[in-house]
């Protein structure tokens, strides 16, 4: 498997018995896959280190993305359980980060490995996660201690919104020189938006977006480079069929993932390796 997920970027496993978290869990285990307990992004599915995927309304799509690269330290492997697939749709598409970088224009590649960028969240009740289940407590000043450990700058607003700045690479280079895309542009960037519901959002929240991301220079991502670099993810990428019993591991660093629209029940569950703060340094443990 470590010689898929180097040469490939991720490893579909089938007929693995996985039928819920604890046979996903003790799956992960026997690959040699060591995971990480809490992660703040994704909601607990009621077995240790065993999160449910992202919920997120069927009819819309989860656009590519690496996970966590919002943050100062990110999974290096991302292990994915199917459970029951849905009726139709609701593929998981993945997308090369070193090919999807190779074919952007000159100027945005070099603005964004030059640059980095800049990504600005509020934690909004019933529009994000709750700041209290990601950052593990219910206690403010704990909470600001745990976001600077994690390279944020925070802020409380008028509302008692916890408000977060992080800025970060766009890429990642190998110590073969070769870079690739590290970003979750189009979970932050308001163009991705539907433009009622951007609307609407803006109208909520006084005008600030829940999400949004600049280049690292604080100037705006132009909503034309922030399509072309999703364009280019979507040129790079790849799907298949989910199945029962399905196990999907993919590395964060050389592939992004997606979700795509679906029709009927649908349920994946997801561990995570170890956070790490060196991912252009790492290897795959298995």
Request: charged share 20%; hydrophobic share 40%.
């Amino acid at each position: 498997m470590k010689e898929l997920l180097v040469q490939r970027g991720f490893a579909l496993l089938r007929n693995t018995g996985v039928i819920d978290a604890e046979s996903f869990s003790s799956t992960i285990a026997e690959l040699g896959i060591a995971t990480a307990v809490h992660y703040g992004d994704l909601p607990d599915e009621g077995w240790p280190g065993v999160f449910r995927t992202t919920q997120y309304p069927p009819s819309e799509s989860i656009f590519f993305h690496s996970e966590a690269s919002h943050m100062a330290r990110a999974p290096r492997l991302i292990a994915f359980g199917c459970i029951q697939p849905a009726l139709a749709g609701g593929a998981t598409p993945l997308s090369d980060n070193f090919l999807a970088l190779s074919t952007l224009r000159p100027e945005i590649s070099r603005a964004l490995q030059s640059e980095g960028l800049c990504y600005e969240r509020a934690f909004i009740p019933g529009l994000d996660v709750l700041w209290q289940n990601f950052f593990r407590t219910d206690d403010r000043a704990k909470a600001m201690e745990r976001g600077i450990a994690e390279g944020l700058t925070l802020q409380w607003d008028n509302d008692d919104v916890l408000c977060t700045v992080s800025r970060r690479p766009a890429t990642l280079s190998r110590a073969n020189g070769q870079s690739c895309l590290f970003q979750q542009i189009a979970l932050h960037h308001p163009v991705f938006l539907d433009p009622d519901l951007r609307t609407e959002m803006a109208d909520i929240c006084g005008g600030r977006m829940p999400r949004n991301v600049t280049l690292g220079s604080g100037a705006p991502l132009p909503d034309s480079w922030a399509i072309a670099i999703h364009d280019s993810q979507c040129r790079a990428a790849f799907t298949f069929s989910w199945e029962s019993g399905d196990v999907l591991i993919v590395d964060n660093v050389r592939t992004s993932h997606a979700r795509a629209p679906f029709v009927g029940p649908r349920h994946h569950i997801v561990m995570v390796s170890p956070l790490s703060a060196n991912l252009s340094e790492s290897e795959i443990n298995i």
